[in-house]
């Protein structure tokens, strides 16, 4: 699995993002490890990988894509841009894409192989939601993407 953190090009690195991102992944992969009797999926090297967008975070959850639903627009905006940057694929035999996006938004997503997650998901994971502030609901949301 393929953790990756999406920092939009008005946005600067933020080390509490990433190291929530981290601890969710090693927390997720700890908990199907107990659930399927010792077995478990592989993590990559880094865990968390940071890209830097071309796009501002508005640009994620703002701009159509081909007509799709306003709602999915962040996951399909966010995934194009990883696959511009990292040739992520949906349905891809390598990889199962977690993707946490900086741009404002939540309408988190997932399918096919690929979860996008926006800033509202960020947010859940280091205590600073403000609709649920329990880090174990956004550690498991990303979990069952």
Do not use: C
């Not at 994620?60 to 306003?70: D, L, P």
């Not at 990292?86 to 309408?107: H, T």
């Amino acid at each position: 699995v393929r953790y990756i953190y999406l920092v939009s090009a008005d946005r600067e690195t933020n080390q509490d993002y990433k190291n929530a991102i981290e601890m969710a992944a090693l927390d997720a992969q700890k908990w199907y490890k107990k659930q399927m009797n010792g077995y478990t999926f592989h993590l990559n090297n880094p865990v968390v990988e940071v890209i830097k967008s071309q796009h501002n975070g508005d640009f994620f959850y703002k701009n159509s894509v081909n007509g799709q639903h306003k709602d999915n627009w962040g996951y399909y905006n966010a995934f194009a841009e990883v696959k511009r940057l990292l040739a992520s694929e949906f349905n891809d035999e390598k990889y199962i894409w977690v993707i946490y996006s900086d741009g404002p938004g939540n309408k988190g997503r997932g399918g096919n192989g690929v979860a996008v997650m926006p800033e509202n998901d960020l947010l859940g994971l280091i205590g600073k939601n403000l609709e649920n502030s329990n880090i174990n609901r956004w550690i498991g949301g990303g979990a069952q993407s």
